[in-house]
Every structure is written in C-alpha cells, then in structure tokens.
C-alpha cells in the first residue's frame, strides 16, 4: 500500500527465499532487516521506488506489528 500500487506475492516471496528467510514464519527482525536492506533493491528491479521518508514510515509501523492481534479485516472475516 505504502507504493501505492500492487507487488506481486509471488516474486517477493522467491526474493525472501533467496535472502534465506522463511515467509511462512517471517519474524518481526526479519521483516524489518528486509525493508531496511534489500527491499530497495528489489522494488528498483521492478521500477518502483520508495521515497526515503515512506520508507521509514514503513520500517516503524512493522516495528510495531503485533501479529497476536487481528485486524479488522480478520475480524470480519471470524463472523459468522
């Protein structure tokens, strides 16, 4: 969202492996090394660019994902 338009799942899921991380069990250090290190890189790849300021902005709301707390999309999703 922070791009504002969609990156394909599969292709950052190939990068996470490449970058010996586990998507299925991404820890929030892991994400956070990814963003801060070879996300640049792979978004430059795809021709797309974070500016440096949104960037930040993105590392600190991951910083403060709580995975134990749903979202209000899992919430929904939960009723019956």
């Keep these: 969202m922070a791009l504002g338009v969609a990156v394909p ?4 899921w190939m990068e996470l492996h490449e970058w010996n991380i586990d998507p299925e069990r991404l820890t929030r250090e892991e994400t ?3 963003c801060e290190g070879p ?3 792979f978004l430059h790849e795809r021709g797309l660019s ?3 300021r949104t960037l930040r902005r993105l590392c600190r709301k991951i910083a403060k994902y709580n995975p134990t707390i749903p979202t209000p999309y899992e919430r929904f999703a939960a009723l019956p």
């Design 50 to 52: 974070l500016r440096p």
């Design 39 to 41: 996300l640049e890189s």
């Design 32 to 34: 956070i090394a990814f």
């Design 9 to 12: 799942r599969f292709d950052l």
